[in-house]
């Protein structure tokens, strides 16, 4: 399995990509720069460096391998355990291992592993779109004395101009400072008089409450209300929350007695068709205010109470 690609994605996104009992690809901002001998210029990248130190799994590049092919993980371990394998058989026999995009690799003189980083690829993402170009050098000193020739040939004489006289400006200047002058004395006349006769409504009004304080007098002696009598008409109370109905009257009144120390305003309120002495929850003039009060004793008190509604009244 060629892994070069998997290790090239991810370059672009970290620092260190490890290949596991292998060894490590490292990368390493480095500014933009320009070649003295042959005035090349080269955009920010990344360089790359290769530890065969750093071999211990780390997960990023299994991981990933097992996410691009769609395997296990368990998988995608004993796939990079076969490449480096491979590559170590290859470096033993004298091979060189290239990686596309990456580098070379190979066994030195004294069997140290040398790598020789790609420059095809710049795996800094901000740099992206950004290529190396050559530039023609600047002869500054051959262009300054081109210009000297020229100036020598055709002199640039400066003179100055002379301004026009503008004596308008003057008077009209004069003008507006006669305006402000006018202006500023006007307001300075006016806020003096509006100060003068508010200190004069003032005065006026003073003297308006001392003539009302000597003009009033007060009489100690008490009035006297006569007594006013309202007649307020009641309505009738004609719907009764039935508490219960009793064939002996003395049972009525103790139903009350009781209905009353509980807090009701109970009350007889005569036999019914039936000889019945009934007694009272409450007594309400208006519909609605009955009905809530049911709905209310029928929750809390007694289930068994009902709505009368008397037509006589």
């Known amino acids: 399995m060629r892994i070069e690609n998997y290790i090239s994605d991810l370059l672009y996104r970290y620092e260190c990509v490890t290949v596991p009992s292998f060894g490590a690809f490292i990368t ?3 500014p933009a720069k320009v070649h003295a001998n042959t005035n090349a210029f080269y955009p920010p990248s990344k360089s790359i460096a290769f530890n065969e130190q750093l071999k211990s799994n780390d997960g990023l590049l299994t991981k990933y391998v097992a996410e691009s092919l769609k ?12 490449t480096v394998l491979t590559w170590k058989k290859a470096l033993e026999n004298g091979e060189k291992i290239e990686l596309k995009n990456v580098g070379e690799l190979w066994l030195g003189a004294e069997k140290k592993l040398l790598f020789q980083p790609s420059y095809h690829v710049n795996y800094l993402t901000s740099s992206f779109g950004l290529s190396s170009f050559v530039s023609p050098s600047v002869t500054r000193e ?12 055709a002199p640039i004489a400066f003179t100055p101009e002379r301004r026009r006289s503008r004596s308008y400006l003057k008077y009209a200047a004069v003008f507006l400072l006669a305006i402000s002058a006018g202006t500023i004395g006007y307001r300075f006349v006016d806020l003096q008089q509006k100060e003068n006769i ?14 009302i304080q000597k003009a009033t007098f007060f009489d100690t002696t008490p009035l006297e209300i006569p007594s006013i009598t309202l007649k307020v008409e009641k309505q009738p109370l004609k719907y009764h929350v039935i508490a219960g109905a009793f064939r002996i009257e ?3 009144d103790k139903r009350v007695k009781q209905l009353r120390e509980k807090g009701f305003e109970a009350e007889r309120i005569g036999k019914n068709k039936y000889g019945l002495h009934q007694v009272t929850f409450a007594s309400f003039a208006e519909v609605p205010e009955a009905l809530e009060f049911l709905r209310k004793v029928k929750r809390e008190e007694s289930p068994e109470a009902w709505l009368l509604v008397d037509e006589l009244n």
Not at 198 to 211: H, L, M, P, S, Y
Request: hydrophobic share 30%; proline share 0%; net charge negative.
């Open 198 to 211: 508010q200190v004069a409504q003032q005065e006026a009004q003073k003297q308006i409450e001392r003539d």
């Open 250 to 252: 003395e049972n009525a």
């Open 71 to 82: 395997i296990s993980f368990e998988e995608a371990t004993q796939k990079l355990e076969a």
């Open 28 to 30: 390493q901002y480095q």
């Open 142 to 153: 051959e262009l300054k004395k081109e210009v000297e020739k020229i100036e020598e040939k």
